[in-house]
Nanobody, 127 residues
Framework: QLQLVESGGGLVQPGGSLRLSCAAS????????IGWFRQAPGKEREGISC????????YYADSVKGRFTISRDNAKNTVYLQMNSLEPGDTAVYYC????????????????????WGQGTQVTVSS
């Protein structure tokens, strides 16, 4: 089955940047829609950015529009989340997830749950 591993999290000051990576194995990544989700303590899981198989359709939560950018490199079986202008409210565990049978819009709006999930990477934004 598809295996997803996140990396790139850490501690960063407000206004700083991080790039998260989601590395896939087991299946070819280009067959999967990939999304980034986050969950902060005491809050519900939030879909923040999702990307279609062909890299033409992307979706962003209002809370991250203009600051985060999702991209994929299918040749490297990797999806990235570039996170700029980070705020304390971005502190959360970030997960990547994949599915082959739903749309990017459906994934990010959490209308359906992706089939495959990574283990998450912690992002902490604090001064």
């Amino acid at each position: 089955q598809l295996q997803l591993v996140e990396s790139g999290g850490g501690l960063v000051q407000p206004g700083g940047s991080l790039r998260l990576s989601c590395a896939a194995s087991g299946f070819t990544l280009d067959y999967y829609i990939i999304g980034w989700f986050r969950q902060a303590p005491g809050k519900e899981r939030e879909g923040i950015s999702c990307i279609s198989k062909n890299n033409t359709n992307t979706y962003y939560a209002d809370s991250v529009k203009g600051r985060f950018t999702i991209s994929r490199d299918n040749a490297k079986n990797t999806v990235y989340l570039q996170m700029n202008s980070l705020e304390p409210g971005d502190t959360a565990v970030y997960y990547c997830a994949g599915s082959s049978i739903i749309t990017a819009q459906a994934m990010c709006n959490m209308w359906v749950s992706p089939r495959y999930w990574g283990q998450g990477t912690q992002v902490t934004v604090s001064s």
